[in-house]
């Protein structure tokens, strides 16, 4: 219901921008040099005023209201048992979500079955609520917009204006999303330090990684939460990582800039940069499904010991996943060095190979150091 009142509030908007474009035209007569603004900027800010009108009350009057709801059905399960507390109350709300939309809870009793019934009265009311009330106030808003074209309207001005103002709350939300996230980080780290009991040493230098086994009366066990164990285990899969994505990134960007013809550069590159647009999910379903079977068989089969979920197969994949970004920008530091450098190594008889070898990649070293670097901070902000 909430989608169908976006679309049709979408639709509405729509509709107001051609019926105030065509009425900013009837108005003159069709003498456009009359209108302050074009007609188009006139249909453009009936199309604003409608559309913000109608999702913002659909986001504040929807959010707002099904927050009431759960308040509401939440003090009513409280009314009936008091006895409950308030996970005990959540877990009843939860198991009459489950009833009232046709699927499995975890009980059945009186309570839930009245919670349920209650649900669904109030949650037809509030999508039914939420989607007339959205339709509403945008006609009334586009309306407005409609009945204020004139000649001397300045159309333009407040569409500017309007569009100002969004491009200025997208970027607060921007800055006050990277604040939150810094902030709760702070916060967590303030609240796991105090439940240790300002431990630090214990947590930098600690061998032991097991919070939850040390969870005694509230207090983790400082002797349980040592982090050496998450850098060590960080550290090899990276190792291994660098092992498998240096050689055949470099290797790659070598073929490609000097050997590769422009047919197999044209279709190897992109290609190859496809992997960077793999999602992670996708390489960590590879690993889980394909690549630790293989690898637990493979050392089955000489007789080691290879655990599914061991650094090797993690390592590999990330290798796997930063290939590119070395390859890539091996590849562009590597075209980048001056032709006259080979020209002069080819003029005193050396090879291709002996002018790559000898000449172009001590020229792109700090470059390719880049790219190794750049494809070292992958795998570490991915863990």
Do not use: C
Not at 75 to 86: F, G, K, N, R
Not at 130 to 136: C, D, N
């Amino acid at each position: 219901m909430l989608t169908l009142a976006f679309l049709t509030v979408l639709g509405l908007a729509v509709a107001f921008y051609f019926a105030a474009r065509g009425r900013a035209v009837s108005v003159v007569d069709g003498n456009l040099s009359q209108l302050h603004s074009r007609p188009n900027y006139h249909g453009f800010l009936a199309f604003l005023v409608a559309a913000l009108a109608g999702w913002g009350v659909l986001v504040v009057i929807g959010t707002g209201w099904g927050i009431a709801i759960e308040r509401g059905l939440l003090a009513d399960i409280l009314t009936a048992a008091p006895e409950l507390s308030p996970i005990q109350a959540e877990l009843v709300l939860n198991d009459a979500h489950a009833i009232a939309e046709g699927g499995i809870a975890s009980r059945t009793d009186a309570l839930r079955e009245e919670i349920a019934v209650k649900l669904k009265t109030q949650s037809a009311l509030y999508h039914w609520g939420s989607f007339a009330l959205s339709v509403l106030v945008a006609g009334l808003a586009g309306l407005w917009a409609f009945r204020s074209v004139s000649a001397d309207w300045r159309a333009r001005n407040r569409s500017e204006t309007i569009v100002n103002r969004i491009l200025m709350v997208t970027a607060a939300i921007a800055i006050l999303t990277t604040l939150g996230i810094v902030l709760s980080l702070i916060f967590e780290t303030i609240n796991f330090f105090n439940n240790i009991e300002w431990r630090v040493d214990k947590f930098l230098f600690g061998t032991n990684w097991s919070p939850l086994s040390g969870v005694q009366a509230g207090k983790l066990d400082p002797n349980k939460v040592g982090a050496i164990p998450l850098f060590a285990g960080t550290l090899l899969i990276t190792v291994i990582a660098m092992l498998v994505a240096v050689p055949i990134g470099l290797f790659a960007a070598i073929y490609l800039s000097d050997f590769a013809g422009p047919k197999v550069r044209a279709l190897a590159k992109p290609m190859l940069e496809i992997l960077a647009g793999i999602p992670t999910v996708v390489y960590g379903f590879f690993a889980a499904i394909t690549l630790a079977p293989f690898l637990r068989n493979s050392g089955e089969a000489v007789g080691l010991t290879i655990a599914s979920e061991s650094a090797l197969a993690a390592g590999i994949v990330m290798g796997i996943m930063i290939i590119p970004f070395i390859s890539s920008l091996s590849d562009d530091v590597i075209n980048s060095v001056p032709q006259s450098l080979r020209d002069g190594s080819y003029a005193v008889g050396a090879t291709k190979a002996e002018t790559i070898r000898q000449v172009v990649l001590p020229a792109a070293l700090p470059g390719i150091v880049s790219a190794v670097l750049l494809g070292i901070s992958v795998p570490l902000a991915r863990r």
